[in-house]
């Protein structure tokens, strides 16, 4: 016997050993460790996004306003790009060569983020000749492709800061939203922004099989495990398109804002913000140099004056608080105050009116706009006995104004809203020091001056509630959505203020005569003429920025009113010189269709701004 | 009885019986790893499949005339066989065509064979033929140099084309060597050369030489039972690595404990070699000069490491030791390779529904990474089916040569198990991620004339060998 005839059983360890440890690696591998499945499913599936239209946007009257037009991506696989004719595919998407030769190293750089193996954007938005072009001569260069995406277009160059613009995704959107994917297109601002879930539909993924030089195989389960792309929803607006149009075209050389509002609805008819620019300019490839070019711009036309400036409402703000002292009973429809063209408060001092108006009633106060006779009002609202200090009345007469929807955000369909300023009287108070200030403090409140500030939509509220005889919906935007039954329940929701039918009969009386007597502060704007039964206030707002804002708000008819507006107009001086002859022209524009006055029109194009 | 009938059943038709269910099953693989929805058919010529199959049919016919060739044949003819293969190597290096950077193929009309894959049997062979001769014994200094000169001949010429791989095969005759008798001790030796070398890779070169000289110390107390003088050696280096640490902080200013631990080994080492010298304790000497030698090996790996190697090769290892890891690189064989098995999972994917090999995302996949295509579309189910149909080869191999009455036969289907071994480890653990990628083929199934019919002769030679094994005597 073989003296080592023992040592086959070494051998055979050694094997079975082997084989054994080979069992438990394959073990861990095919039956603990699920991630290589991961891994093998992003090796070999290529998934192919299927973008869906955006939804279309329309005015109230079915007018398109926002529309798509297809664009055309050029995608790169950077690990099959080959070698190829750089001057000619330069030329043909219109890039440097240096240009093409920088991205594609950029884009075979392998980081977190960027995988050579999957398709990543080379240039967005190739336009469509560019793209009949390259389309031709595609088959030369081997790891591009076009991927076709949607871009927004408008139908006219109007309302561009409330429908807002689409942009690429950042990572905070991506991080919010998982939905979203790195190149995708969302709404930044605006309606679009709002009604981002609506408009952008869903998309869609094609799952192809690909090999190792990701060339296509076929489609993953016969295209079982396909979605198709849903088409967004399409936007009915509240707007209408040509009083929109109209608005922009009359206040084209001023800084300001008209806003119009159906009273019995809420729904926003036309949202003026000037200076504007053109909406088209925030899509496409230029989008970033546009938007930092309209960024510096001086007169800051990205800023949207509707929502976001705060004005002080000026004399407009008399009809308030002639409501306010009508409730509370310190004034009578027939009180009567004398006025000798100023009021003195706080010892020697004077708040000056604009004429010496005699002795007058509350109708002709409103009629007239007597400084006056709403000082006195005012002081007798906060001086009233009724009530133990200045500050509980004080309380009383801001949750009296806030009714009216001022002073706070509606957080209706609108971005970028602000809230305006109604201060409290703990701002006093911080201001003056506890109980060291009373109604001849804060005097230049019955005129709607002081730190009152008040957005031209806020503003165009009031309005509304006035011409509703106290009641207001939230303003809003949306009429429709497309496949979807009914408007936002908080829209159909009715926001009254405490104050009697009678006591708007009143001051609705005074608005009409301020139009419709001689005498009347917007007397100069009346529409008898046209047939058209128009209220209004006028208002000059004394501000820190230069001239007077001028500024009126209307609403006509005066019974069921159809259109409430407001409208300010930056430094331009007397209330219905400049905003209620806009004013008036807008109302006759929405009611009528047409424009007979176009004398008034010429007139109002004439508006410029000193220059500086 | 007469002789035919008998012959007939002497062959051991179980080994057949596995070779043909590994044959079929990697032509079969093969079939699912280049699948070409244009030639669907498994018999197209034009697809590796086809020609596997071409390929299989012929091997039968080699087997078959093996089997009818008389045994006298082979021993009498081993030599002349070796030389022929040697000549081949020869011819390769001179007529070879160049194929990735490795001169390993040549090519007579349309027909390619690989010489390294025909050296393994002929090698075999020759060593069998030496072993059995009268007289030898492996244990004999003469004899290990006889076959190490052996064996060294084509790993000489393969080294020349290069192909690390078939290079590599030829170590798996220390496995046979080892059965015929060789001391374990050069199997240690061999391993913990191994072990050091890749020990050294990975670990700093500090924790190694304080590892060494901690377990050289521990071992030699528990085999000599020497506690005071293991106490005694031990101070002596503790002492000494105090002195010299106390110095390198005073005069240099810095430490490198490397060399401190070194300087004071090996001069504690020597005094102790003195001191038990003259005390008559055994084994001192080999203990201290072994874990001389385990410290200058380990401190010389990494000059061999960075100037023997070759750059890919040092790349392969470098990422199987976790030193690099990059798997779009060269790591991505391996990567791939994991992803593709793993993904398999319990009962795989199913024939002809592997993504990953199928689209190429492993490279070679019909020939060294045929193992991909069973663990992506088998699953855990049919891996666990070739490692046990190999597993059975292997230890039918091992009772087939156990059973032989000549040394030759023996020696012969031992180097037979020696060799399938190492492709079935080698190839399989690279496959799985546990060994680096060196490219040698799976026996019988990986793609490819040369490996399958030298696998084939390889074994039916053997199977020839057992058949007539009560013919044989010597």
């Not at chain 1, 001056?449 to 509220?461: K, S, V, W």
Request: glycine share 8%.
């Amino acid at each position: 016997m073989n003296p080592y005839a023992i040592r086959k059983y070494i051998v055979g360890a050694i094997f079975v050993l082997t084989g054994l440890i080979f069992v438990f690696r394959l073990f861990y591998l095919q039956i603990i460790d699920r991630s290589f499945e991961r891994s093998a499913e992003n090796n070999s599936r290529r998934l192919i996004t299927q973008y869906p239209a955006r939804g279309l946007i329309y005015d109230r009257n079915g007018k398109l306003i926002v529309f798509n037009e297809a664009a055309y991506d050029l995608m790169i696989t950077p690990i099959e790009v080959k070698t190829f004719d750089t001057i000619e595919f330069a030329s043909l998407i219109n890039l440097s060569i240096e240009a093409v030769r920088l991205k594609i190293r950029k884009s075979k750089v392998k980081t977190k983020t960027n995988n050579i193996f999957k398709p990543s954007l080379f240039v967005s938005q190739l336009s469509a000749e560019n793209y009949a072009l390259l389309g031709e001569k595609l088959y030369k260069y081997p790891g591009f492709f076009v991927q076709t995406r949607t871009l927004r277009k408008y139908a006219n160059k109007t309302a561009a800061h409330l429908l807002g613009y689409v942009g690429e995704v950042d990572s905070s959107a991506i991080r919010k939203d998982e939905y979203n994917k790195m190149g995708d297109y969302i709404g930044i601002s605006g309606l679009e922004k709002t009604y981002e879930i609506e408009l952008r539909g869903r998309k869609g993924t094609n799952i192809l099989l690909v090999d190792v030089h990701n060339r296509v195989k076929g489609s993953f389960l016969n295209g079982r495990a396909d979605t198709a792309a849903v088409v967004g929803a399409d936007l009915t607006t509240t707007l209408d398109a040509n009083l929109q149009e109209y608005g922009e075209f009359l206040m084209q050389n001023m800084r300001g804002s008209a806003v119009a509002i159906e009273p019995s609805t809420g729904e926003i008819l036309a949202m003026v913000s000037t200076p504007t620019f053109d909406p088209g300019l925030l899509v496409g490839r230029s989008r970033a140099a546009n938007y930092s070019m309209l960024q510096t711009d001086p007169q800051k036309p990205l800023f949207f004056r509707s929502a976001m400036a705060n004005y002080p409402p000026g004399s407009t703000f008399k009809i308030i608080n002639g409501l306010i002292g009508l409730q509370e009973g310190v004034l009578l429809p027939n009180s009567r105050y004398s006025c000798s063209g100023g009021y003195n408060y706080g010892g020697a001092k004077l708040l000056k009116c604009t004429h010496v108006h005699g002795t007058l009633n509350l109708l002709q106060a409103v009629s007239q706009s007597c400084n006056v006779y709403f000082c006195n009002v005012f002081k007798n609202i906060l001086d009233n006995k009724k009530y133990s200090s200045t500050n509980q009345s004080y309380n009383l007469w801001r949750n009296d104004v806030m009714s009216f929807g001022l002073g706070k955000k509606f957080n209706a369909d609108i971005s970028n809203e602000l809230s305006g300023n109604v201060p409290s009287s703990g701002y006093y108070d911080r201001v003056f020091g506890k109980n060291r200030w009373k109604s001849s403090t804060v005097i230049s409140l019955s005129i709607g001056q002081a730190e009152l500030g008040i957005t031209p939509l806020q503003m165009a509220n009031m309005a509304t509630t006035i011409a509703n005889r106290g009641y207001y919906y939230t303003p809003h935007l949306v009429k429709k959505i497309k496949n979807r039954n009914g408007i936002d329940a908080r829209f159909l929701e009715k926001h009254i203020t405490p104050f009697d039918t009678a006591a708007y009969g009143v001051i609705v009386q005074g608005m009409y005569s301020a139009v419709n007597e001689a005498g009347g502060t917007a007397y100069w704007v009346n529409t008898q003429s046209l047939g058209i039964d128009m209220c209004a206030k006028t208002g000059t707002a004394q501000n820190p920025h230069g001239m007077d804002h001028s500024v009126f708000i209307a609403f006509a008819p005066r019974e069921n009113p159809k259109i409430a507006i407001a409208v300010f107009v930056e430094n331009a001086g007397y209330g219905a010189t400049w905003a209620g002859r806009i004013a008036s022209l807008m109302v006759e524009k929405y009611l009528k269709g047409t424009q007979t006055r176009k004398p008034m029109e010429d007139f109002v194009l004439t508006f410029k701004y000193p220059k500086k | 009885m007469n002789r035919r009938t008998s012959f007939v059943r002497n062959i051991d038709w179980t080994i057949v019986l596995v070779y043909l269910l590994l044959v079929i099953m990697g032509w079969v693989n093969i079939y699912a790893a280049v699948y070409n929805e244009q030639h669907k058919s498994i018999f197209e010529l034009s697809q590796r499949y086809g020609s596997q199959m071409i390929l299989i049919l012929a091997a039968f016919v080699l087997a078959f005339v093996i089997l009818l060739i008389d045994l006298k044949f082979y021993t009498f003819f081993a030599y002349p066989i070796y030389g022929f293969s040697l000549l081949l190597l020869v011819l390769v290096l001179v007529m070879g065509r160049e194929i990735n950077g490795a001169k390993a193929w040549l090519f007579i009309g349309s027909l390619s064979i690989q010489p390294a894959e025909f050296a393994k049997f002929a090698t075999t062979l020759a060593i069998a033929k030496y072993l059995s001769a009268y007289n030898i014994k492996v244990t004999s200094l003469r004899a290990l140099l006889s076959v190490g000169v052996l064996i060294f001949l084509p790993m000489l010429l393969i080294i020349l084309q290069p192909d690390a791989g078939s290079l590599l095969v030829f170590f798996s005759f220390s496995i046979m060597l080892f059965r015929e008798g060789l001391p374990g001790v050069v199997l240690l030796f061999g391993f913990v050369i191994a072990v050091l070398f890749f020990v050294s890779l990975v670990v700093l070169k500090v924790y190694i030489i304080a590892a060494i000289v901690l377990i050289g110390y521990l071992v030699f107390m528990l085999y000599t039972h020497k506690y005071k003088e293991t106490f005694i050696g031990f101070s002596l280096t503790v002492t000494l690595f105090v002195i010299f640490w106390g110095i390198a902080k005073i005069a240099f200013k810095q430490v490198d404990f490397y060399y401190i631990i070194a300087a004071s080994f090996f001069l504690s080492g020597t005094v102790f070699l003195v001191i038990t010298f003259f005390r008559k304790i055994r084994h001192v000497a080999i203990f201290v000069l072994f874990l001389f030698g385990s410290i200058s090996f380990s401190y010389s790996v990494t000059y061999m490491y960075t100037n023997l190697l070759h750059g890919h090769q040092r790349d392969r290892m470098d990422i199987l030791l976790g030193l690099k890891q990059d798997p779009l690189g060269m790591g991505y064989n391996v990567n791939q390779s994991m992803i593709a098995i793993g993904s398999g999972g319990f009962a795989g994917k199913g024939f002809l529904q592997g993504t990953q090999t199928k689209y190429n995302f492993v490279p070679e996949q019909s020939t060294d990474f045929i193992f991909c295509t069973v663990g992506e579309e088998w699953g855990f189910l049919g891996s666990l089916v070739v490692i046990g149909l190999f597993m059975f080869l292997l230890l039918r191999v091992v009772f087939i040569s156990e059973r032989q009455r000549s040394t030759f036969s023996r020696v012969y289907g031992y180097s037979v198990a020696s060799i399938l071994f190492f492709h079935f480890a080698i190839n399989i653990g690279m496959a799985i991620g546990v060994l680096p990628v060196i490219g040698i083929p799976l026996p019988f199934f990986s793609y490819g004339g040369s490996s399958l019919w030298a696998f084939t002769i390889l074994l039916f030679i053997l199977i020839r060998l057992d058949a007539s094994r009560l013919e044989l005597l010597k």
